[in-house]
């Protein structure tokens, strides 16, 4: 047997091992006719606290490096809220800032 293959269930050299965790509860997505703004984002929070999702790093220059928390919350946010906050951030993006 050749000295250079993998064993089996080994990594190659350029691959990286990914840990699936799992996730606990779910997160609706954002809708003005069901619940405050305000009462959304902190079950956005508790599900982030749940689910073990890294608060929001601290900005630089006035910019946020980009979070999975703040890829959640956008993710979530509806396409309507995503275009009003698009336009509010412009130019920049909604993922270039950070959440409060």
Not at 88 to 100: D, E, F, G, M, S
Request: net charge negative; with cysteine; glycine share 4%.
């Amino acid at each position: 047997m050749d000295d250079h293959q993998p064993q089996p269930g080994a990594l190659a050299a350029n691959q990286e091992q990914v840990i699936m965790h799992p996730v606990f509860g779910t997160l609706s997505q954002f809708n003005a006719s069901e619940l405050s703004d305000s009462g959304w984002f902190q079950l956005v929070e508790e599900f982030c606290v749940t689910n073990a999702i890294a608060a929001e790093p601290a900005p630089v220059d006035n910019v946020g490096p980009h979070s999975q928390r703040r890829a959640l919350f956008l993710s979530c946010v509806g396409p309507r809220t995503y275009e009003h906050l698009r336009k509010k951030c412009l130019p920049n993006l909604p993922n270039t800032q950070t959440i409060t």
